[in-house]
């Protein structure tokens, strides 16, 4: 059966030939289209990892601080107890500029042994934890007996943990960044820093020392639930007061967290939008090329009909040539898609372009069904007295 | 004979409704998508308000200082000292606007918050872009240079801050803790002119980073203008001359790169160009190969079709050819009738795309942004129209055209 079908096929391979392009390329769309798609999903399942929703941060630029540095600190010292004086503020802490669903980043290299990855540098202080209660898996955060510049302890984040020692244990051991040799103390559950559709990524954090606090332009406020309006205007004057000479702004992190998504969100819909519209004109194009290669096969039909084949075997059969050459088209197709897991392009999980594929071939398959039920069935009802009259 | 083909197309088109529809969709979408594309391009890179003198600019977007041996470098826009002193020994440009690009700062009214996005700027700035001035004036080099806290603010923060009736012009408005006295209210830009793009507009006399520091690096950038456009080579060489001779403000750094480049060189060289090329061939080609790979489905989609739609009036072209009609005749006949079905999808399209931008200009997706189509856009599509017709009806002619007269009386 399935030969008979092959040779059908090959007889008219020049008429088909064109109709397999459009499958094979219409496959590789809905495979670029799909393997977005799954990579979203897949991020978008995995939990944040830290409580934003009442913490704001406070960016401030051009700053007149202290030259030296350890009026710096007691100059930090003075901005902190203000902040925390202010009512309805339950706790502050300076960190680098690279908050959570910001534009800035800041990586270096880190070495364990012969595995060397890139990955992010956070600055944080004793509470930053506590702060966004971001839970550590093992070891401690950072206390007093940290000492910037002296004990050179770094808490690392849980994927760090496992591209740099998989499943041994990381606590008390040395990582080297650059020549800079670092003390792993714990390691910490994964932040999704980048919105809900993107990855986690691999990360440590440095305790902020003096010389960070001297370049310091962030500060995270938490503020305590069931404040009014008027807060974030009174909140704003007292830093004006306090940061002298500063262009101060302040930003909601479930803002910057909307705001980060909508960036992830344009291109998927962009590529939704543009491949759902393709797919509708291949479809209509399928379905009018199988429609008119019916009729033109009236007579072939009206034959086979009179010598005792039933309507259903006849919309089998041209639902089953519309498949066999679906078939070639995927497999041509999956040649080209597999190629991305194997040689590794664009740096995503081997698991997102297999569902992708699956879901591709699928997809294809399920497009020309539909599109070869209708002129099918429609080959079923000839009458063979009518067909072979005409002829 | 052009008008045979035409009745004949119309009569074809008339024939098989359905066929008709699904060629039409096609094209019609195809074009819309890259109308509105081109729409939204066009409105990125062409010249508009404010900036109307592209012609006649360059834009220095950022500095960069390399270790030549070590391969670190530092990049960032440039500070106000290299545009006053190493810019300003430059004989070929007329003028030199310089500003900050816009940063957000706060202000609350009556509890709102109200996000000011702020820009530093020298008195030139608004000679070399034209502002439509709504009320007032723009500041003038004297009241630069004696650091007067004025403020010109657009449409949009005028009427947030003070409400759409009152007149803004001589009343304070308070960012950061300072008032500034409104002196003239401008147009509102769009966001995606963000080089021009700001709420409201401060002397940079009045930033509070130091603007006199003796460094390369900084937070501004510039637009330089020549006399006439015939001049802007010679400009770009007389700055490329000094930017060679520029010496680094650190020790471990020994080379400057800085461009003064056209607008849309300016960006493609950041993405795709490098110190030695502007990126603007690697920008064009992406964007070719891009334009193909998505017009190949419809393309493919729309041969099938033209096939089918060929081979069922395959008596017609037997009849034809055995009367003497030649390949030649065939195969143009066809390309025209399938360029008036493209260009019946083009106008299909022109009108979808109008309708597509009036919902997007009223959603403000983007703040500001009015895309619309022009006649550069529209002549764009028309090549569009013409190239895809052509792609898609020369195989199926070419196919036609070889049809023996035998099978095809036959069929």
């Known amino acids: 059966m399935l030969s008979h079908l092959f040779k059908l096929i090959w007889n008219k391979k020049k008429q088909n030939f064109l109709l397999l392009m459009e499958m094979f390329v219409s496959f590789l769309v809905m495979f670029a289209v799909f393997t977005l798609l799954v990579y979203y999903y897949k991020n978008f399942k995995v939990p944040h990892g830290f409580q934003y929703e009442n913490v704001w941060a406070v960016n401030y630029n051009d700053a007149v601080k202290p030259d030296r540095l350890d009026s710096v600190a007691l100059y930090m010292q003075t901005v902190r107890q203000t902040l925390l004086g202010v009512d309805g503020v339950q706790d502050i802490t300076f960190t680098s500029a690279n908050i959570p669903f910001s534009f800035t980043q800041n990586n270096n290299f880190v070495s364990y042994n012969k595995n060397k990855v890139l990955a992010n540098v956070y600055e944080a202080e004793d509470n930053y934890a506590s702060l966004f209660n971001l839970s550590v898996i093992s070891g401690r955060w950072f206390d007093k007996t940290d000492i910037a510049g002296q004990t050179n302890t770094i808490v690392i984040n849980n994927r760090l943990k496992e591209s740099l020692f998989g499943n041994d244990e990381a606590i008390g051991k040395t990582i080297l960044a ?142 089953g040539e519309a498949l066999v050459l679906s078939t070639l088209a995927i497999i041509l197709g999956s040649f080209f898609a597999v190629q991305f897991p194997l040689l590794n392009v664009f740096d995503l999980p081997a698991g997102v372009y297999l569902t992708a594929i699956a879901l591709a071939i699928a997809f294809i398959y399920g497009l020309v069904m539909i599109c070869a039920l209708y002129p099918g069935k429609q080959a079923a009802a000839i009458y063979p007295a009518v067909a072979l009259h005409e002829e | 004979m052009l008008r045979n083909y035409f009745k004949i197309a119309i009569a074809v088109l008339k024939r098989r409704k359905f066929f008709t529809f699904i060629s039409l969709f096609g094209i019609s979408f195809t074009l819309t998508i890259m109308m509105v594309v081109t729409a939204f391009i066009d409105d990125v890179f062409s010249s508009g308000y404010p900036d109307y003198n592209r012609d006649r600019t360059l834009y220095v977007n950022s500095i960069k200082q390399v270790n030549t041996k070590k391969g670190h470098s530092q990049m960032g826009p440039a500070s106000y000292h290299f545009f006053d002193y190493y810019v300003g020994q430059l004989k070929t440009p007329a003028m030199v606007a310089v500003s900050t690009n816009f940063s957000p700062s706060n202000t609350y009214v009556n509890n709102k918050k109200l996000v000011i996005n702020l820009k530093y700027t020298n008195a030139d700035y608004w000679n070399v872009l034209q502002y439509r001035f709504v009320e007032g004036k723009p500041y003038q080099k004297e009241q630069v240079d004696r650091g007067e806290k004025v403020a010109v603010i657009s449409t949009e923060t005028k009427d947030s801050y003070f409400g759409s009736n009152a007149p803004a012009v001589g009343k304070y408005i308070e960012t950061d803790n300072v008032c500034y006295r409104v002196i003239g209210v401008v147009d509102n830009v769009p966001v995606t002119r963000f080089m021009v793009y700001g709420d409201m507009y401060l002397p940079y006399t009045v930033s509070k980073a130091d603007y006199r520091a003796k460094t390369l690096m900084g937070s501004y950038t510039g637009i330089l203008m020549a006399k006439s456009a015939g001049d802007v080579e010679k400009m770009q060489e007389e700055f490329s001359a000094m930017a060679r001779r520029l010496p680094t403000d650190r020790k471990e750094l020994d080379k400057v790169i800085v461009n003064a480049d056209h607008y849309l060189a300016s960006f493609t060289r950041q993405v795709f160009g490098n110190a030695g090329s502007t990126g603007l061939a690697m920008f064009f080609t992406a964007v070719g190969l891009f334009t193909l790979l998505f017009m190949l489905l419809p393309t493919l989609n729309l041969v099938n079709i033209n096939i089918s739609r060929i081979m069922e009036r395959s008596s017609e072209i037997g009849v034809r050819k055995a009367f003497g009609a030649s390949s030649s005749t065939l195969v143009y006949q066809f390309i025209i009738e399938n360029i008036i079905l493209t260009i019946l999808g083009g106008i299909l399209g022109v009108i979808f795309s109008y309708i597509v931008l009036q919902i997007f200009n009223s959603s403000n997706l983007l703040a500001n942004v009015h895309l619309s189509i022009n006649l550069q856009v529209l002549l764009y599509s028309l090549i569009a129209c013409i190239v895809f017709g052509l792609l898609s009806g020369v195989y199926p002619a070419w196919r036609m055209s070889r049809l023996h007269v035998v099978t095809a009386l036959k069929a």
């Open chain 1, 178 to 319: 650059g020549d800079e040799k670092l003390r792993v103390i714990g390691v910490s559950n994964d932040m999704k820093i980048d919105g809900d559709y993107q990855p986690t990524e691999n990360g440590f954090f440095r305790k902020l020392d003096t010389a960070g606090l001297k370049y310091n332009s962030t500060i995270l406020v938490k503020i305590r639930p069931g404040i009014d309006a008027s807060f974030e205007p009174k909140l704003f004057k007292v830093l004006n007061n306090v940061i002298r000479n500063a262009n101060i702004e302040i930003e909601h992190f479930t803002k910057k967290r909307e705001r980060k998504n909508t960036l992830s969100l344009v291109p998927m819909i962009l590529l939704s939008v543009v491949g759902g519209f393709l797919i509708i004109n291949v479809a209509l194009g399928l379905f009018g090329v199988l429609w008119y290669n019916i009729n033109k096969r009236r007579c072939e039909i009206g034959l086979r009909r009179a010598v005792g084949a039933s309507g259903s075997a006849i919309s089998w059969q041209l639902i």
